[in-house]
């Protein structure tokens, strides 16, 4: 059963830091793999969607980097701003379970200072 | 505007009084699907719809149910609600390729449950 881990759970950083998210899975047979932000009070909101051939995608301050052989991804983001704090998911949907679609990990709690 | 709506957002009931979960989206969309979030456990998926009158079960489906007569419209069911069905709950829907890569999955704003 794949697993999803995301590391840190928690960070609190200050203005203008650059920072890096990361999620670890466990069955690299996965279609894609998507970051999303969560607000308190809100839904999700896609911030970027990997797919399993593809290395890193790219948007705005945002950069997400796929290691499928290895489980990992990265989400990176230059130049924190006090509106970037959030909860960041990662999900992945697998290559064999046809209807369970994605897979989360716990989040990681983001809080820039400013 | 390409969104999901879910109704209603906050909503506090007794055990045992059924209750449902409107979700509805405006893109077209083949899959639909349900999912609860709780704190330390992360978002688990409850139900799933790939077509219209096409659903099956995710990972924590007791206790709720679900119905595709409409490809826009997946409601959720609770027809005996209990305490541990107090949660936060999310309706999702994206394009559907069995092989696919791209469906980006769209979220609702979330439905808070308190049931006492």
């Known amino acids: 059963k794949q697993e999803v881990t995301q590391i840190p759970a928690a960070l609190s950083v200050p203005e203008g830091e650059n920072l890096v998210l990361n999620c670890s899975f466990t069955?690299?047979?996965?279609?894609?793999l998507q970051w999303f932000r969560q607000d308190p009070g809100k839904g999700l909101t896609s911030l970027l969607l990997?797919?399993?051939?593809?290395r890193e995608q790219t948007s705005g301050r945002l950069n997400a980097s796929l290691d499928k052989s290895s489980g990992r991804s990265t989400l990176y983001i230059a130049a924190s701003q006090p509106g970037d704090s959030a909860t960041y998911l990662c999900?992945?949907?697998?290559?064999?379970?046809?209807?369970?679609?994605?897979?989360f990990g716990g989040g990681t709690r983001l809080m820039v200072k400013p | 505007e390409a969104q999901v709506t879910q109704n209603p957002r906050y909503l506090i009931t007794v055990t045992g009084k059924k209750l449902t979960v409107t979700c509805s989206q405006n893109?077209?969309?083949?899959?639909m699907s349900w999912y609860r979030q709780d704190p330390g456990l992360g978002l688990r998926q409850i139900y799933y719809s790939m077509n219209v009158e096409v659903t099956d079960k995710g990972d924590v489906p007791e206790g709720y149910k679900v119905s595709r007569k409409e490809k826009r419209n997946f409601p959720l069911i609770l027809e005996s609600p209990s305490p541990n069905q107090t949660s936060l709950y999310f309706c999702?829907?994206?394009?559907?390729?069995?092989?696919?890569?791209?469906?980006?999955?769209?979220f609702g704003p979330g439905t808070r449950l308190l049931v006492l």
């Open positions: 893109m077209n969309h083949e899959y």
């Open positions: 990997i797919q399993s051939s593809q």
């Open positions: 999702a829907s994206s394009l559907w390729k069995l092989a696919g890569g791209r469906e980006t999955q769209y």
């Open positions: 069955d690299s047979a996965i279609y894609n």
């Open positions: 999900a992945v949907r697998g290559a064999y379970n046809a209807g369970n679609m994605l897979t």
